[in-house]
């Protein structure tokens, strides 16, 4: 089910399946339109949790403002999540929304069941930022096919065919104007995410994963977070995927939901 939640502040699009008792919310990442859309695939994904979990997914608030940080959307996740009644929840985060629910462990800590953090990092690194201005370029020149591409190459491995890729592609030459000021506020807000010094604060049992084929934010970096949490948190483990995969390594390694599913099994 897809549907919109309203807070004192702003709207935002939502999905929810599942019939579990425990609550789950996936952050996604950066992305060129809403995810919600694409519920029903992504609920495809997420099936071993149905019986469990109920899984919220999240798009981010609409109409992002002028210097949005990764704060403010940490605030705003949270705000959303409490507006759907939830008081606590296992937290699922890729590539930004990793980013997100990193802030979320350290400045709502009582929200925060478990973390899983997924092909992210504690701040944009120096490989990260040859991405981000890469697409915010093309996206400033109002370059979707360019962008969508660019995005393409940047997330998903060369070693594993992108399934209609062209086709896909081809599905962003309509963006509006309205399409390309969210995406670029996304990206504008994100660039002075640092949360180093504050991932130790982070007490709930966490997950990193990450792959040796991340071309956006690298393995070492899921390494970093990892370490980082540890010095405050045992209760925290880390994998790391072989090259093979790329940075949307949660869409193509086939055993990535289980490997999840099993560690917040345990929490």
Same mark, same amino acid.
């Given at each position: 089910? =897809?549907?919109?939640?309203?807070?004192?502040?702003?709207?935002?699009?939502?999905?929810?399946?599942?019939?579990?008792?425990?609550?789950?919310?996936? =952050?996604?990442?950066?992305?060129?339109?809403?995810?919600?859309?694409?519920?029903?695939?992504?609920?495809?994904?997420?099936?071993?949790?149905?019986?469990?979990?109920?899984?919220?997914?999240?798009?981010?608030?609409?109409?992002?403002?002028?210097?949005?940080?990764?704060?403010?959307?940490?605030?705003?996740?949270?705000?959303?999540?409490?507006?759907?009644?939830?008081?606590?929840?296992? !937290?699922?985060?890729?590539?930004?929304?990793?980013?997100?629910?990193?802030?979320?462990?350290?400045?709502?800590?009582?929200?925060?069941?478990?973390?899983?953090?997924?092909?992210?990092?504690?701040?944009?690194?120096?490989?990260?930022?040859?991405?981000?201005?890469?697409?915010?370029?093309?996206?400033?020149?109002?370059?979707?096919?360019?962008?969508?591409?660019?995005?393409?190459?940047?997330?998903?491995?060369?070693?594993?065919?992108?399934?209609?890729?062209?086709?896909?592609?081809?599905?962003?030459?309509?963006?509006?104007?309205?399409?390309?000021?969210?995406?670029?506020?996304?990206?504008?807000? !994100?660039?002075?995410?640092?949360?180093?010094?504050?991932?130790?604060?982070?007490?709930?049992?966490?997950?990193?994963?990450?792959?040796?084929?991340?071309?956006?934010?690298?393995?070492?970096?899921?390494?970093?977070?990892?370490?980082?949490?540890?010095?405050?948190?045992?209760?925290?483990?880390?994998?790391?995927?072989?090259?093979?995969?790329?940075?949307? =390594?949660?869409?193509?390694?086939?055993?990535?939901?289980?490997?999840?599913?099993? !560690?917040?099994?345990?929490?």
């Amino acid at each position: 089910m =897809v549907d919109t939640i309203k807070t004192k502040s702003f709207t935002a699009n939502y999905a929810v399946f599942g019939e579990g008792k425990k609550n789950f919310v996936i =952050v996604p990442g950066l992305s060129l339109r809403p995810v919600t859309p694409l519920a029903g695939l992504i609920e495809e994904r997420y099936n071993i949790f149905k019986k469990e979990y109920t899984v919220y997914l999240l798009d981010r608030r609409l109409n992002a403002p002028d210097n949005y940080t990764s704060l403010d959307m940490a605030r705003d996740t949270a705000w959303t999540v409490k507006a759907l009644g939830i008081d606590n929840a296992y !937290f699922f985060g890729s590539s930004q929304g990793g980013g997100i629910i990193q802030e979320i462990g350290i400045n709502y800590p009582d929200m925060v069941n478990a973390l899983v953090i997924a092909s992210s990092a504690a701040y944009i690194n120096d490989m990260s930022r040859v991405a981000f201005d890469e697409w915010v370029d093309l996206a400033e020149k109002r370059d979707a096919i360019g962008l969508a591409n660019s995005m393409t190459d940047y997330c998903y491995s060369k070693k594993l065919t992108f399934p209609n890729r062209e086709s896909y592609i081809k599905s962003y030459g309509n963006m509006t104007e309205e399409e390309f000021k969210q995406f670029l506020n996304l990206c504008y807000g !994100f660039v002075s995410f640092d949360v180093r010094d504050r991932l130790k604060e982070i007490k709930a049992p966490t997950f990193v994963i990450g792959t040796e084929g991340d071309l956006v934010f690298g393995a070492d970096a899921s390494r970093e977070i990892y370490n980082k949490i540890r010095e405050g948190n045992s209760d925290c483990e880390l994998f790391i995927y072989d090259d093979t995969y790329g940075h949307c =390594v949660y869409d193509e390694a086939p055993d990535y939901m289980e490997r999840v599913y099993e !560690f917040l099994g345990k929490c």
